[in-house]
């Protein structure tokens, strides 16, 4: 009997709070067209929310496209320190190249100018020796323009000794030259060889030059071999002299004559 009592008594007290909440309730003034403004404002800013996250999700890859493009340029200016540095370097040895060459190039000009100095001292030396006349005194290579060998005439003109003698001067100031280029390139030369160097010379310059030979070969090498067809440089010989002589045509053969 307890038990129902207290039932009852809950079943009244929950009877009130119902009723009061019902007058509650009456109370309460509802707005549909607020409740609808509401809603709308909360869809609003639900898009706007998901706006803003999708915009956030842009520049977050934004911001990792731009530390990519950020790593990329840093490895660039990396690169570009290191061919700075690599230029550096070859511009130090592009710079002693260049020191390099000029100072080969200065050699150059310096030994050609000594080569030619000792050239010419020789030429004249053989010249005075060798050439009979009084009508050229001397005789030089002319290097300022071009590779030519001049002669000084008695007026004291230098003239090309290509265009302006005779044959004979010619080859005289052509043996003169070989000569001196082999004491000059090689001064301790011990053998020297001559082919036909009387060729176009008169009686005078080939008595001249096998008296030159005679006289001064023993000073100046040890061995010299001439090959000539000109019986006056025979006097030239200071050692062995042999005579070639075809005795018979239709063989063809040559016979050697020692002479002495």
Known sequence: MEEIGELEEKKEHIEEKLKETAEELEDIEFDEEKLEALREEISKLKEKRSAEKQELESDKEIVEEKEKRLKQMQSQVEKKHELKKEVEKLDQVLDYVYSYKNALKETQIELRQKFVARLNDLMDDIWTQIYPYDDYYSIRLNVEEDYLVEVLDSDNNWISAEAEVSGGERHSAALVMRLALSFTISPKIQLLMLDEPTHNMDSAAVEKLAETLRQ????????????????????????????????????GLTEVEEVN
């Open 216 to 251: 001064n070969s023993d000073n100046l090498l040890k061995q010299m071999f001439i090959v000539t067809h000109d019986p006056a440089l025979e006097s030239a010989a200071t050692g062995k002299l042999y005579r070639l002589e075809k005795k018979n045509t239709e063989t």
